[in-house]
């Protein structure tokens, strides 16, 4: 779906998150707004708000009376046509708001808490190795695309429990998963047709042959005594898939493409070991790769500007981490920053459930690049590419390694 | 000094027991729960600060 857009020449009164100065560099737009705002406004996309500041971030995703989750990414619709019959929603927990919301993140909660999590990591670390294995030879490597972008999914189909085999075909419907979240309906229901046959086809397997894993863990989730339907176990699955795998894959993307710029911070992970956990919430807070939206309830002033029912709110947790107001020195990458209280992972109810996996992937898949390759660089800046959309981070990232 | 965990406010965002795996742990939801109910040593004391400086809920405080 390509529209002709009109470049935008005000953030302040026009923004738009797909704009290419925003997607080559958002980070002096968003200091702007808030020195100017610093609640930027646009039309586009049937009226939206952007708050630049860490404050009204916190403000609105911790407030679910005046705002809902129905639709989590801005686009030209809104939730009538795109809403599933409730109580399942679109992909729960994500799109629910109160009460239901905690039901359906409580069942998934366990799945990802740490004492599930940690044990993945002998897995993780094997699979960043073969991956490493894979591009080895050459003196360029393709980062992002050849490497960071395999992790999360091939991690996902492991803990979903589908066939090693099915590695290839997993990642192709990925894709289309993640490449469709800003298709129109009916074009997304026709994109996930051979889709849901996979799924359906493994959920029917493990219903047949349960084992230890995730599908097995959801076909034995029960609501008020009830296993879950087909259906949403599959929207779960699909939910994982949407928001476990652009992102981590942006977040490793990121931090590798700024070791490649700087030299004296991979000298310091390469030497200190150690700094990697307080090294991770930094390139999490410098280089946030997630923003999500939220539709405004009901006519109202908020943050001093006057919203409408079913205004959109581009909820900005990158810009949050960047504000001088909440962060010493926000504007400065500091590899051992002592104080981070970033919000990468957002804040109040919908807290990234799978942070803890998110992180366990970043660490060891930069653990594992730098053990192998204690020195490199950007093979060439013109080849970088950035993705379009609410979640950032580099799609091509050439980077010299002999 | 000892320090508590607002249960109200905890999300699960990790950072405590990440921090300072001495004195916070996590429930089967991955919430973070305080393992040093006492009297913090200090060395705990200092770490327990460092987890209550990096809460992005403000849900970890440390108080007499
Ligand atoms: C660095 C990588 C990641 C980042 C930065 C990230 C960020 C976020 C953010 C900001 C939210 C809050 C959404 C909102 O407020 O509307 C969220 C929610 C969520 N994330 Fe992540 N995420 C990452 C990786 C993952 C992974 C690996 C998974 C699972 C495999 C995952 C699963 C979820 C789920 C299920 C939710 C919804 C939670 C709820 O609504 O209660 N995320 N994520």
């Known amino acids: 779906m390509t529209m002709e857009k009109t470049p935008v020449t005000d953030f302040a009164t026009d923004f738009d998150h797909t704009d290419p100065a925003w997607v080559a560099d958002p980070y002096p737009i968003w200091e702007d707004l808030r020195q100017r705002c610093p609640v930027a406004h646009t039309e586009r996309y049937g009226g939206a708000w952007f708050p630049a500041t860490h404050a009204g971030v916190t403000q609105i995703a911790k407030d679910t009376e005046n705002f809902t989750s129905r639709t989590v990414i801005m686009n030209d619709g809104r939730p009538d046509e795109l809403a599933l019959p409730s109580p399942i929603g679109v992909a729960p927990p994500i799109t629910s708001d109160p009460p239901f919301h905690q039901i359906a993140r409580k069942l998934i909660l366990p799945a990802f808490s740490p004492g599930a999590i940690n044990p993945l990591e002998p897995q993780v670390r094997a699979l960043c190795g073969t991956l490493l294995d894979r591009v080895a030879g050459g003196d360029v490597v393709e980062a992002s695309w050849e490497y960071a972008r395999l992790i999360p999914p091939s991690v996902i189909r492991q803990m979903l429990g589908f066939p090693e085999a099915d590695t290839d075909v997993f990642i192709d419907i990925v894709h289309t998963v993640t490449e469709s979240v800003d298709l129109p309906m009916d074009e997304r229901i026709a994109a996930f047709e051979p889709i849901e046959e996979y799924f359906v086809a493994q959920i029917e397997d493990h219903q047949a042959n349960p084992r230890d894993d995730l599908t097995t863990f959801l076909l034995n989730a029960e609501i008020d005594g009830q296993k879950l339907a087909v259906e949403h176990v599959f929207g779960t699955m699909i939910l994982i898939l949407v928001a476990g795998i652009d992102t981590t894959w942006s977040a490793i993307g990121s931090s590798l493409w700024h070791l490649a710029r700087n030299p004296s911070d991979l000298e310091r992970l390469v030497n200190e070991p150690g700094l990697m956990p307080i090294a991770i919430e930094e390139f999490l807070r410098f280089y946030a790769p997630v923003t999500m939206a939220r539709l405004v309830k009901h006519d109202m002033e908020y943050l001093g500007v006057a919203m409408k029912e079913y205004d959109w709110i581009l909820l900005g947790f990158p810009a949050a981490n960047r504000d001088p107001a909440a962060f010493a020195d926000a504007d400065r990458f500091i590899i051992d920053r002592a104080e981070n209280r970033h919000v990468a992972f957002g804040l109040g109810i919908h807290r990234c459930a799978g942070s803890n996996l998110a992180r366990l992937e970043l660490r060891v898949a930069l653990e594992e690049f730098i053990a192998r390759y204690p020195r490199f660089a950007l093979a060439d800046p013109d080849q970088v590419t950035w993705s379009q959309g609410q979640i950032r981070g580099p799609r091509r990232l050439p980077i010299r390694v002999g | ?64």
């Open chain 2, 1 to 64: 000094m000892r320090v508590v965990i607002d249960a109200d406010l905890c999300q699960g965002q990790g950072r405590c027991f990440s921090i300072a795996p001495s004195v916070f742990g996590f429930d089967e939801l991955g919430s973070g729960v305080v393992l040093v109910t006492g009297e913090l040593g200090e060395g705990e004391l200092e770490l327990a600060r460092l987890a209550e400086a990096n809460c992005p809920e403000h849900a970890v405080e440390v108080r007499e």
